[in-house]
């Protein structure tokens, strides 16, 4: 059963954004960042319990993050922050 928190700030199943070879979820291959802001428990936890995924917040951003992951996903809430901190 999907939680209120999952559905409204990811459009998937925590189940779906792991890697895998056949496709579907996201249609992520390889590794996978996942970022948010502020990152949540249940984010964390299921980014653990996947081979390859990683969950970071997004003041936490890194190059060397980016650079190491295939794919990187970010929350509305993570692009807003991210913007904010770079900006001029």
Do not use: F, Y
């Amino acid at each position: 059963m999907e939680s209120s928190w999952w559905s409204s700030r990811w459009p998937c199943r925590a189940q779906d954004a792991r890697p895998h070879r056949g496709g579907g979820g996201l249609g992520i291959q390889g590794t996978a960042l996942l970022v948010d802001e502020p990152v949540h428990r249940h984010l964390e936890l299921s980014a653990r319990n996947l081979p390859g995924v990683k969950a970071t917040l997004a003041t936490a951003l890194n190059v060397v993050d980016l650079l190491a992951h295939d794919t990187v996903v970010l929350s509305e809430a993570a692009v807003q922050r991210v913007s904010e901190v770079l900006s001029p």
